[in-house]
């Protein structure tokens, strides 16, 4: 059986050395064993020693070595799981996005989610089309209303997948689509926001299965990022939300897979814009460091090698069981964001809290959020700034419905908006 074995497995390599990857495929890395040419007109271009992506372009505009065999990514765990070591600063990133050496007492960015292009999108990554409610005008309305009357200055515009390609898995933009969404972004772009959050709405998953891991391909996944990036290059303003809320993966092939899409995105000629990078267990704040997604993230760079402008992007509600979803607040978050602030300083690293929030007409919550965001302002060096949740179609009754009341023309904010989410970025 010795020899059959060796036979196979010279066919196999022979296989794979003749073959070639698609577009946006993995071409290279840690552990790969597939094919190493790309489909003509691509190229494999080396993002970082663990993965290597067909790219558009000629091997000749840069180097086509594939990376040195080094140690795994991370132990593989799940979001049950939690991993025997995290990175220390030594293990750390040499090139590291640029972290200011003080606090400066106020983040950079406060806003909030314009919700609608994510309506009917469940955390199973299913998302029903027709439950989709582009916010259109109203939306673009609110966005002016808390750029100009609260000082807001980033605003984060969730949509599903499904939406975007409408229902084609793998597909181009759907140009209907897309054009409803791009209108909200353009609404945006020209509020005065200095930054509009594109995010992936499907907690890494297309209808119930996870991408690359039994799911959409990393390069279904790509090839969306891509198309995206080259729809929104020219703007520094927009930043790039990877995927809402990830959860029950294992976070080491969760970050090849995000890898992949930030090779895309910086491929597409997107070089300057934020990439928001999101970890295991809905992204939780309080959870990030313990389950692995810093270490694990931590890894994922730009084509150069750099670590520029990717940023971990956390999620924290304040209810029981911090799934949001419950009117009464009953902490704080205080200690968990300052052990993740202490992580980031150690490891030369910045985050943003795209999603957090709490009953508006709680007197707790009201007290309670306001304390979360002093401490992001206390620690404004690694924490880029917030966007609570959520206004956009959230009726004014939605328990966190942070959708100002439009009364005669004019707008009223829910408290919680007024007193912390705008008034601790003042």
């Known amino acids: ?176 689509n897309f054009a409803n ?76 897979t995000v890898q992949a899409a930030v090779t895309a995105i910086r491929a597409a000629g997107a070089t300057s814009q934020k990439i928001l990078l999101p970890g295991t267990d809905y992204t939780s704040a309080g959870n990030f460091i313990d389950n692995g997604s810093a270490a694990a993230l931590s890894k994922v760079t730009n084509t150069d090698g750099s670590t520029t402008n990717l940023i971990f992007d956390v999620h924290k509600y304040l209810d029981s069981d911090n799934s949001g979803t419950h009117a009464t607040c009953t902490q704080n978050n205080v200690a968990a964001f300052q052990t993740l602030g202490n992580y980031l300083r150690t490891n030369k690293r910045q985050a943003i809290l795209s999603e957090t929030g709490g009953g508006s007409s709680d007197s707790t919550c009201l007290t309670m959020v306001c304390q979360e965001l002093d401490e992001l302002n206390a620690y404004s060096d690694v924490f880029l700034g917030w966007t609570g949740w959520a206004a956009g179609m959230f009726d004014t009754t939605y328990v966190l419905s942070e959708t100002p009341m439009l009364s005669g023309g004019v707008y009223t904010d829910q408290p919680l908006v007024k007193q912390c989410i705008a008034g601790k970025f003042h």
């Open 1 to 176: 059986m010795k020899s059959t074995l060796i036979a196979v497995a010279a066919a196999a390599t022979a296989a794979n050395a003749a073959a070639t990857q698609s577009a946006y495929g993995q071409c290279g890395g840690t552990g790969y064993s597939g094919p190493t040419a790309c489909v003509s007109g691509y190229f494999c271009q080396v993002g970082n020693p663990y993965y290597s992506q067909c790219v558009p372009g000629s091997a000749s505009t840069t180097t086509g070595a594939k990376p040195t065999t080094v140690a795994p990514v991370s132990t593989t765990v799940t979001s049950a799981t939690k991993p025997t070591t995290v990175a220390s600063a030594s293990a750390a990133s040499t090139t590291v996005s640029s972290v200011s050496a003080a606090a400066t007492g106020k983040v950079q960015y406060a806003g909030v989610n314009i919700a609608g292009f994510d309506f009917g999108c469940g955390t199973d990554g299913t998302c029903t089309t027709t439950s989709v409610d582009p916010p259109g005008a109203a939306g673009i309305a609110q966005i002016k209303h808390f750029v100009t009357d609260d000082g807001l200055n980033a605003f984060r515009l969730p949509v599903g997948w499904q939406y975007l390609v409408n229902n084609n898995l793998g597909g181009t933009l759907d140009a209907t």
């Open 181 to 256: 969404y791009d209108n909200l972004m353009q609404g945006c772009l020209n509020s005065g926001a200095a930054m509009c959050i594109l995010d992936i709405h499907n907690y890494a998953r297309w209808n119930g299965q996870v991408i690359g891991q039994g799911g959409p391909t990393n390069a279904q996944f790509a090839s969306l990022w891509s198309q995206l990036a080259t729809k929104y290059k020219s703007n520094s303003k927009v930043a790039f939300g990877v995927m809402n809320e990830p959860h029950d993966l294992t976070i080491g092939t969760w970050a090849t």
